[in-house]
């Protein structure tokens, strides 16, 4: 390749860069959600493995005790989970910036609204592998926001607690990861 060649490439590229900056962090985003849905799937495959299924009752203390044996079996497929597992440091910068860039948007000041308009919560302590705290109801995601996060199977659902984005199990109520900080204050 000559040197006027080099040269014309080179500015093409950097044209390019300036140009479509989107285009390259789209690639790196394409990267973070299969990460994402790869760990998803780990999830999901580790609970299979402890054979977590539920039979049909209409016993309130069976269903209680399915619960709880569910609970345990989901401890059980990751003894050792901490936050982090899940939303490692890229994957909770593609969903920060996600969540950033729907509040910024269009719809941002509907978001920002619901949010406001939920239950207020008190400050928890979250941990993973441990049961979503009963004093906090499970507010429900903004479709809006819920649109711009990568989809989940039917066993887990997305959910804010305070500024924190959460990922709830659930079938057994327990805390899957979470995001600290993940969504600015409304």
Known sequence: MGLTTCRKWLSLSLFSILLFPCAIAQNGDDGAVKEFQSRIDNYIAA??????AKKPTDSPSKLAQEKQQTVEKTRQARPEAQQGDIFTPPITTYFKRQIESTLQGPEGDKVRASLRHAEPLPNVQLKVN???PRNLPLQSMPPTLLKNLPPLPKELQYRI??????LYDVASGL??????GAVPAA
């Open 47 to 52: 609970k299979k493995k402890q054979d977590i």
């Open 130 to 132: 441990a049961k979503y």
């Open 161 to 166: 607690v305070g500024a924190t984005l959460v």
């Open 175 to 180: 805390v899957a990861d979470f995001i600290p």
